[in-house]
């Protein structure tokens, strides 16, 4: 059995059937003691402790709560991460996002940037096995077993089934604004219900009939209602003070044809160059761009990703916040992947 579940000690995965992912420039494992506490920490607490035992040819992933190891008593995700809370999926992507974005940012000879940029997960729908579900029915956490890459039935590495953070955050759901309602109500049923069960209460001593002659009072509070049609009319004089916002929108969108892309690069050579050929504003700080990307002379590329988004005959649209950002840019040729920050510059 691939995976097993050992009572009070974690999950018990063969390497049989998964290999140990190595760092490219170091050739260690990223489960060594100083790459595993640099991970673990950027992307707590979804990643859990691994522990490789290679008299057993195997790995266990742990995660104690509470005195109480968690693992052991997990579920594979469901199709779709339906089993998932929306509130706890938000939460990953958020530490995704925070992880990618602190990578971009860091500099290049750094531990973090030289960890992050070569740094994969499983993705979620071709190895759905290593995104595992914990906790009771109404605290349900997600944790990612990492540092692993599936074999296939030859027995080599599937490296599909493995991906980027950007690669993983593009794969996995977003989760619906309005859900935040739902998970507020699944999480605190109780104190909800005393509320409901405290207002209806309020409520109905506040309808009590005390005796007094109160017909009266719906009456006066309606009678000034009777008269809001009259205080509209000023209301449809608005349309001519929204003139000069659509000039603002426009003079927004002449001012982005001062904005700049540019690459910052990496210790390795990035074998094309990145241009903006189209850009528009959408409002509320973002910017709809189509980037084109042109290979260097003589360079042959296979794919290219920004941000997890894969290019399509060389580019690619997508919406960016306005200002300064940095996105990361994974470029596959033949001779492997290579990872840089894709620097913008753009104008309000």
């Not at 199709?79 to 990953?92: F, M």
């Amino acid at each position: 059995m691939s995976i097993e579940k050992v009572q009070n000690v974690g999950l018990k995965i063969s390497l049989d059937d998964y290999s140990k992912l190595r760092r490219e420039n170091t050739g260690s494992d990223f489960w060594f003691h100083d790459n595993q506490a640099i991970l673990t920490k950027k992307l707590k607490p979804f990643l859990p402790r691994m522990e490789y035992k290679p008299g057993e040819q195997c790995v266990i992933a742990s995660i104690v709560e509470r005195g109480k190891e968690q693992l052991s008593n997990s579920e594979q995700i469901a199709p779709n991460l339906s089993n998932v809370p929306s509130a706890e999926l938000r939460k990953l992507r958020a530490a995704l996002n925070a992880f990618n974005q602190e990578v971009a940012e860091s500099s290049p000879d750094t531990n973090l940037y030289k960890l992050g940029t070569g740094f994969s997960l499983p993705m979620p729908d071709k190895a759905p096995e290593l995104y595992r579900v914990y906790g009771g029915p109404i605290n349900k956490k997600i944790a990612i077993v990492w540092g692993l890459c599936p074999r296939d039935i030859a027995g080599g590495d599937d490296f599909s089934a493995i991906g980027s953070v950007p690669e993983v955050l593009a794969a996995l759901p977003v989760p619906p604004a309005e859900s935040k309602i739902k998970d507020f109500l699944t999480k605190y049923p109780i104190p909800i219900a005393i509320g409901a069960i405290a207002l209806l209460a309020i409520a109905g001593l506040a309808t009590c009939d005390d005796g007094s002659d109160t017909p009266k009072s719906p009456v006066i509070v309606q009678q000034p209602v009777t008269q809001q049609p009259v205080t509209q009319q000023p209301v449809t004089q608005q349309p001519v003070t929204q003139q000069p916002v659509t000039q603002q929108l426009v003079t927004q969108q002449l001012a982005t044809q001062q904005n700049t892309a540019k690459l910052v690069l990496s210790s390795a050579r990035i074998p094309c160059t990145a241009v903006i050929e189209k850009q528009v504003h959408k409002g509320n700080g973002q910017v709809e761009i189509t980037l084109c990307f042109t290979p260097n002379h003589n360079a042959t590329i296979n794919s290219i990703t920004v941000n997890g988004q894969k290019a399509t005959n060389g580019c690619l649209t997508m919406t960016v916040p306005s200002g300064h950002s940095k996105l990361i840019l994974m470029v596959e040729t033949p001779e492997g992947r290579t990872a840089s920050t894709l620097e913008l510059n753009l104008n309000d």
